[in-house]
């Protein structure tokens, strides 16, 4: 076994140590804290390949996502998510007017994150900031979210990545571009992929929605 990864007493290196015995784990009971995919994000970060399934626990008498550690050895390069400079988080607040895209409420920027469109959990490689970007580029990378938004997209984003589902809001099946289920002509690592869905671009979504019932 490779020598522990992650500090002693956070979420990743109690995750860690449970999954290290290459079983199936239920991410209700098994798994610390009430988050567990955060902590399964950080440890894909850091190149371990973490699999995902529905089974029956006996435990909690019913269904629940379990997670297996595949390797305790990385399996894909590292790359750590990069924060964004004060200044480029500065004027994506600028540019959204700290209007949360969910609620279309303007909030304090202290209760608004920078979210990233595409996923970190589908990222394979490091990010690159240039504070200087352009207006056009903050828009087409970044959206505003409440820190219980974020999660929220995070759940739904990882379970795409596991199985090929794509995220609704609220149960409303409706996609812009595409459908129910990831292109299986386009990579995993492929930002086109999230083309269509809410969370990859709520303005475009919401749009295209209102569009369609005032066609019909």
């Not at 200087?132 to 990882?158: A, G, P, V």
Request: glycine share 6%.
């Amino acid at each position: 076994m490779t020598k522990h990864p992650f500090s002693e007493g956070t979420k990743q290196a109690q995750t860690f140590t449970i999954l290290s015995d290459g079983e199936w784990h239920c991410g209700k009971h098994e798994l610390p804290g009430t988050q567990p995919a955060k902590a399964i994000q950080v440890m894909r970060q850091h190149g371990f390949q973490i699999e995902n399934k529905t089974l029956y626990c006996p435990v909690c008498e019913y269904k629940t996502v379990h997670r297996r550690l595949v390797s305790t050895e990385p399996v894909v390069p590292s790359f750590v998510r990069l924060q964004l400079s004060t200044k480029l988080r500065r004027r994506v607040l600028q540019h959204y007017r700290n209007i949360e895209a969910i609620t279309l409420r303007q909030m304090s920027p202290s209760r608004l994150e920078v979210d990233h469109r595409f996923p970190q959990v589908r990222w394979s490689q490091d990010e690159t900031y240039d504070p200087e970007m352009s207006e056009e580029q903050i828009h087409r990378k970044f959206q505003l979210l409440t820190r219980e938004h974020n999660l929220w997209k995070s759940r739904y984003c990882e379970r795409c990545e596991q199985t090929g589902e794509r995220g609704t809001f609220i149960g409303i099946n409706y996609f812009y571009k595409g459908g129910e289920i990831w292109d299986p002509n386009v990579a995993d690592d492929d930002e086109r992929g999230c083309l269509g869905c809410f969370w990859y671009d709520t303005e475009t979504w919401r749009n295209s929605l209102n569009a369609e019932l005032k066609r019909k």
